[in-house]
Nanobody, 120 residues
Framework: QVHVVESGGGLVQAGGSLRLSCAAS????????MAWYRQAPGKQRDLVAS???????NYKDSVKGRFTISRDNAKNTVYLQMNSLKPEDTAVYYC??????????????WGQGTQVTVSS
């Protein structure tokens, strides 16, 4: 009943930009924190950036100054603007929403992931 869907991934050359979007839908009472994670083959899934409902942000050190997370609360949507992309940014990017469902359950909900590939 709750769905989280990412979009906007693709293949870009090093130095290029992409903007990822993630929309949460369904029976949602309130969304607290939304975040982007990424996972490269054979590696752990790491937190890239997060943003609270009030707009407070946190970033992985390696993306600071290059990536910007933002959200549209009215649309239950979070964005990740990625600039100056590097090959090491190549990964599947996942969206996570910390929320209360319409039936009162608090939990984290994950999207299916969107592939970002940065060529050298």
């Amino acid at each position: 009943q709750v769905h989280v869907v990412e979009s906007g991934g693709g293949l870009v050359q090093a130095g290029g930009s992409l903007r990822l979007s993630c929309a949460a839908s369904g029976s949602i009472s309130r969304i607290y924190t939304m975040a982007w994670y990424r996972q490269a083959p054979g590696k752990q899934r790491d937190l890239v950036a997060s943003i609270t409902a009030g707009g407070s942000t946190n970033y992985k050190d390696s993306v600071k100054g290059r990536f910007t997370i933002s959200r549209d609360n009215a649309k239950n949507t979070v964005y990740l603007q990625m600039n100056s992309l590097k090959p090491e940014d190549t990964a599947v990017y996942y969206c996570n929403a910390d929320l209360t469902t319409g039936w009162g359950t608090v939990g984290n909900y994950w999207g299916q992931g969107t592939q970002v590939t940065v060529s050298s």
